[in-house]
């Protein structure tokens, strides 16, 4: 794994565009499959509220591998969605979504160490901001929101391509999250291009079709497949980015070796 530039992260978006450009209505369909999916897992009861969380690493790799599929030249059809259900991967990438409430869980628990619990009562319902705003502007809400994005940034960083490395090179869940971290911290400064660049894609088009169209309940309904598109082709650029740094997978759904990478 080499030490790439920071314009690198640019080109990831960039090469995201491209890979959705080539068959956005086979993603887009491919996106439309999971919310409907995450929707019907959601009113199960009890865990309609973890396993959404849960699955999005088995899910997320339909979209890698619909990448995959666009680079290889073939279509991209709704049955990748099953793609994270086969084994070997599945246990492990359901270990990994674990694995992703429990991280933030701790992080967002730390944020009552700053502001007495408000912010965690707000993430799980205890506390309605319209209802009790004076306890929310009395608290340091704000300082607990930075101190828990700080906190989960390590995870995030080993979370980035940990489900893609379970799935295609078959590893075991701490090595996946060992080799996805260190990618990301040897090239940190094309990651922050890249964050940064995707933070202000999603600032810009908000607000210019805000001033297209106005606060209006029209712009809430067309922020919803605008979202849907940019969500869709923010996962081609995390694609395009594996790609470079571990290699693009072959054919029998196994990348590079991770020691040649």
Same mark, same amino acid.
């Given at each position: 794994?080499?030490?790439?530039?920071?314009? &690198?992260?640019?080109?990831?978006?960039?090469?995201?565009?491209?890979?959705?450009?080539?068959?956005?209505?086979?993603?887009?369909?491919?996106? $439309?499959?999971?919310?409907?999916?995450? $929707?019907?897992? *959601?009113?199960?009861? $009890?865990?309609?509220?973890?396993?959404?969380?849960?699955?999005?690493?088995?899910? *997320?790799?339909?979209?890698?591998?619909?990448?995959?599929?666009?680079?290889?030249?073939?279509?991209?059809?709704?049955?990748?969605?099953?793609?994270?259900?086969?084994?070997?991967?599945?246990?492990?990438?359901?270990?990994?979504?674990?694995?992703?409430?429990i991280m933030a869980i701790v992080a967002i628990g730390a944020s009552s160490l700053v502001d007495g619990g408000t912010l965690w009562q707000l993430v799980t319902g205890?506390?309605?901001?319209?209802?009790?705003?004076?306890?929310?502007?009395?608290?340091?809400?704000?300082?607990?929101? $930075?101190?828990?994005?700080?906190?989960?940034?390590?995870?995030?960083?080993?979370?980035?391509?940990?489900?893609?490395?379970?799935?295609?090179?078959?590893?075991?869940?701490?090595?996946?999250?060992?080799? *996805?971290?260190?990618?990301?911290?040897?090239?940190?400064?094309?990651?922050?291009?890249?964050?940064? &660049?995707?933070?202000?894609?999603?600032?810009?088009? *908000?607000?210019?079709?805000?001033?297209?169209?106005?606060?209006?309940?029209?712009?809430?309904?067309?922020?919803?497949?605008?979202?849907?598109?940019?969500?869709?082709?923010?996962?081609?650029?995390?694609?395009?980015?594996?790609?470079?740094?571990?290699?693009?997978?072959?054919?029998?759904?196994?990348?590079?070796?991770?020691?040649?990478?």
């Amino acid at each position: 794994m080499e030490k790439l530039p920071a314009s &690198t992260g640019w080109h990831w978006v960039k090469q995201g565009f491209g890979l959705f450009r080539k068959q956005p209505g086979g993603l887009s369909m491919l996106f $439309l499959g999971y919310m409907v999916c995450m $929707l019907l897992v *959601s009113i199960i009861p $009890l865990l309609g509220q973890l396993l959404p969380v849960i699955l999005v690493p088995i899910f *997320s790799v339909a979209f890698a591998q619909g990448c995959l599929n666009i680079d290889q030249g073939k279509r991209v059809v709704p049955s990748l969605l099953m793609s994270g259900f086969r084994k070997p991967a599945l246990p492990v990438l359901f270990g990994l979504g674990v694995l992703y409430i429990i991280m933030a869980i701790v992080a967002i628990g730390a944020s009552s160490l700053v502001d007495g619990g408000t912010l965690w009562q707000l993430v799980t319902g205890q506390l309605n901001p319209q209802t009790s705003p004076e306890v929310i502007r009395e608290s340091n809400i704000g300082s607990a929101i $930075l101190l828990t994005i700080v906190m989960y940034i390590p995870a995030a960083m080993a979370f980035c391509f940990a489900a893609p490395l379970i799935y295609w090179q078959q590893v075991s869940l701490g090595k996946a999250l060992f080799f *996805s971290f260190f990618a990301v911290w040897r090239s940190l400064s094309a990651f922050v291009v890249f964050a940064s &660049t995707w933070f202000a894609i999603s600032i810009v088009t *908000s607000q210019l079709l805000f001033m297209i169209v106005g606060r209006t309940p029209m712009a809430i309904q067309l922020m919803m497949p605008l979202s849907m598109i940019l969500t869709v082709i923010m996962h081609c650029s995390f694609y395009a980015a594996y790609r470079q740094i571990f290699g693009v997978p072959a054919d029998s759904g196994k990348a590079v070796s991770l020691d040649k990478a």
